[in-house]
């Protein structure tokens, strides 16, 4: 996720080998300079970083650790921010968001991913409102995100005026009592005074709760600049990062920090529903420093997994019980958890296997998806035992799947082994076991 900042911070962490080593300070401090710049922060920003890093290092005495906790507390400072995190309810319901960014930045996206993170994690009711009447395809876009998550939508094909569309749709939020409304807004490739005054009209009509700008992380200074830009002339509450899985420059995060002065609110890292966070500076430098975020984690798999089917999932592997069915059902739960770069992003020390992850498509992956033909062709009572299967079924299955037999043949071994392996680590020996494997 932060691939070339958090690269550098540990290149230039091991450089500080040996206590009261200035040499190795300077060098060490060069590097962060370099990685910050090479981030596109702003030369300003890195300055004060630098010096800070350098001050508070030699302040409490030159080591590994005290480099370490100067540059964590000079980069958490930078990204704390005075106003609120995350999402803030209204006093009085509804909360309206307008959701603003430039054509491209991932806003009609980010629209969706806030909603499924309203709807999921928040149990709120959600209206968005289809007011991007610019876009020829931000409307459908919207039908489709809506539809798949579940969020109803607010549109009114018969107008091309957003205001009226926006007036219609807080009228209906009212009546219906919903939690919150997220006005997806116009947007364009650059900003221009048509687009600042349309907004400005649907603002007034919509009379916010708060606003937010949606910033593409990859495209570093400039989003910066537009963010800006969005303050002056229409005011932002906060900012949404979006694309910083990509190769993105981290620096984005510091810089909106530290020249916008507006409160980073969650980043978005894939393309998926699910791939939307809270922003909190705490994990993000862990992670900018190479240390993953396990809370994250940890709080991403309780929002999708059910606790009681989870300990029914524990005592069936317990058993040696596992089956097809299980399998299945387990593959829809971890689809809602995102992609998996972004997953191992967040494990300490997977940083580096989140690269070469970066294509591999849990929903998508080649061999998942013949897996998946298969279990799906399977009866229920095959999927529970599949020593049922004789050769002419497995045949049936295989052409169903567009496979051979020899392929069903080896994933089923595969999946009885597995579930073997399962069942023996799964006791408290079997932890013992594994523990000990891993140290
Ligand atoms: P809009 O014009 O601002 O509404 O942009 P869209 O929401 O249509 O997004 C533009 C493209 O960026 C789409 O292909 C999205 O799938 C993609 N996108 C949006 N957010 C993310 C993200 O966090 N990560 C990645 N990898 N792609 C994203």
Redesign the pocket.
Known sequence: MFDTLTDSFTSAIKKIRFHDDEKALKKALAELKKALLKADVHHKVVKELIDRVELDTKKAGIGKDQFLDAMRFTLHDLLKSEGHQGFVFAANPPTVILMT??????????TGKLATYLKEQKKKKVLIVAADLQ?MA?VE?LRQITEQIGVDLYEDEATKNPVEVVTAAMAKAKSNLYDVVLVDTA?RLAIDEELMSELKQVRDAAKPSEIFY?ADSMTGQDAVRTAQSFKEQIGIDGVIL?????DAKGGVALGIASQVQVPLRFI????KMA?LEVFLPDRIVNRLMGLGDIEGLAEKASSVIDEKQAKKLTQKIKKGQFNFNDFLEQMESMKKLGSMKSLMGMIPGMGDMSKALKDFDLENSQELKQIKALVSSMTPKERENPDLLNNSRKQRLAKGAGMDQMDVNRILKQFKNAAKMAKKFSGKKGMQDLQNMMS
Do not use: M
Not at 101 to 110: D, M
Not at 242 to 246: A, H, L, Q, R
């Open positions: 960014g430039l054509q491209g930045s991932g806003k009609t996206t980010t876009r931000a876009q947007g949606v979006s694309k910083y899985d990509g978005g890292a894939g393309e791939d």
